[in-house]
């Protein structure tokens, strides 16, 4: 079998030609907004990142870590960010070269691995734009520490996180039948099976430990927070919290 991120590129590749929605990129209209001011930009699936979280991006040293598709990074770009995106799907590096030549603005785009250490020098960035995504592998604490050494001191950290809720049920129509934590499918055939058949790609429960600890012990100091919902489906309709998204800073 193919390793675990080998199948979840090829399963968002097969998700983008069917429409999925983070692989839409922006319209002119859209770029020609935030060029003007107007602007938001996605963590999580439905509520936007408060732009204060930001600061003043114009001239700033962006990293879209695992950001492809072209929704945020041409945003930064028009805001006069000098960006880089970095993603292991070849389908959302496509919709940044797309959008990066229809409005005429230079980004540096990368396909590489977030499971391995990432090809980039220390302090290096700005600011690191993580919207959710290590969802999709299986050691997120490693991805944290690289996270810090490829910062700037002072630069910041935006990250969206899964908190574990969806993978509490097989079927979350079907309340009653419950995973059992930590949701690895690398670790259960029968699991990878069922994902594989229901072209979820491979997933993985993290817990807070992991993924706010981790900030923590890489050396962040955690600033904000805030929940958001699904978007859609029972746990959405039932107002249920499934992600988080954070702001640290590299002391």
Same mark, same amino acid.
């Given at each position: 079998?193919?390793?675990?991120?080998?199948?979840? =590129?090829?399963?968002?590749? %097969?998700?983008?030609?069917?429409?999925?929605?983070? *692989?839409?990129?922006?319209?002119?209209?859209?770029?020609?907004?935030?060029?003007? /001011? !107007?602007?938001?930009?996605?963590?999580?699936?439905?509520?936007?990142?408060?732009?204060e979280?930001?600061? @003043?991006?114009?001239g700033?040293?962006?990293?879209?870590?695992?950001?492809?598709?072209?929704?945020?990074?041409?945003?930064? =770009?028009?805001?006069?960010?000098? !960006?880089? &995106?970095?993603?292991?799907? $070849?389908?959302?590096?496509?919709?940044?070269?797309?959008?990066?030549? %229809? $409005? *005429?603005?230079?980004?540096?785009?990368?396909? *590489? @691995?977030?499971?391995?250490?990432?090809? +980039?020098?220390?302090?290096?960035? @700005?600011?690191?734009?993580?919207?959710?995504?290590?969802?999709? &592998?299986?050691? &997120?604490?490693?991805?944290?520490?690289?996270?810090? %050494?490829?910062?700037?001191? /002072? /630069?910041?950290?935006?990250?969206?996180?899964?908190?574990g809720?969806? +993978?509490? +049920? &097989?079927?979350?129509?079907?309340?009653?039948?419950l995973?059992t934590?930590?949701?690895?499918?690398?670790?259960?055939?029968?699991?990878?099976?069922?994902?594989?058949?229901?072209?979820? /790609?491979?997933?993985?429960?993290?817990?807070?430990?992991?993924?706010?600890?981790?900030?923590l012990?890489?050396?962040?100091?955690?600033?904000?927070?805030?929940?958001?919902?699904? *978007?859609?489906?029972?746990?959405?309709?039932?107002?249920?919290?499934? +992600?988080?998204?954070? %702001?640290?800073?590299?002391?």
């Amino acid at each position: 079998m193919d390793h675990y991120q080998d199948i979840n =590129a090829a399963t968002i590749d %097969r998700w983008i030609e069917e429409g999925w929605e983070w *692989g839409i990129p922006i319209s002119h209209e859209e770029y020609e907004s935030a060029r003007n /001011g !107007c602007w938001n930009v996605l963590l999580s699936p439905t509520k936007p990142v408060p732009h204060e979280w930001f600061g @003043d991006l114009k001239g700033k040293r962006v990293l879209g870590l695992a950001s492809g598709g072209g929704q945020q990074m041409p945003i930064f =770009a028009a805001l006069g960010a000098v !960006c880089t &995106v970095f993603d292991y799907s $070849e389908r959302q590096l496509e919709s940044e070269r797309l959008v990066s030549e %229809r $409005e *005429g603005y230079e980004i540096r785009i990368v396909r *590489g @691995d977030m499971t391995k250490p990432l090809p +980039f020098k220390d302090g290096e960035f @700005d600011l690191i734009f993580h919207p959710v995504s290590n969802c999709y &592998v299986q050691e &997120v604490k490693p991805i944290f520490k690289e996270c810090y %050494r490829v910062l700037k001191p /002072g /630069g910041i950290l935006l990250s969206g996180l899964d908190n574990g809720i969806n +993978f509490l +049920f &097989v079927d979350e129509n079907n309340r009653e039948e419950l995973c059992t934590f930590p949701f690895d499918p690398t670790k259960d055939p029968g699991l990878m099976g069922q994902m594989l058949e229901a072209d979820d /790609g491979v997933q993985f429960s993290h817990t807070m430990e992991e993924q706010i600890g981790g900030q923590l012990e890489a050396g962040f100091r955690m600033t904000h927070l805030y929940e958001d919902t699904n *978007g859609a489906g029972i746990l959405h309709e039932h107002n249920i919290p499934c +992600f988080l998204a954070t %702001r640290a800073v590299k002391e």
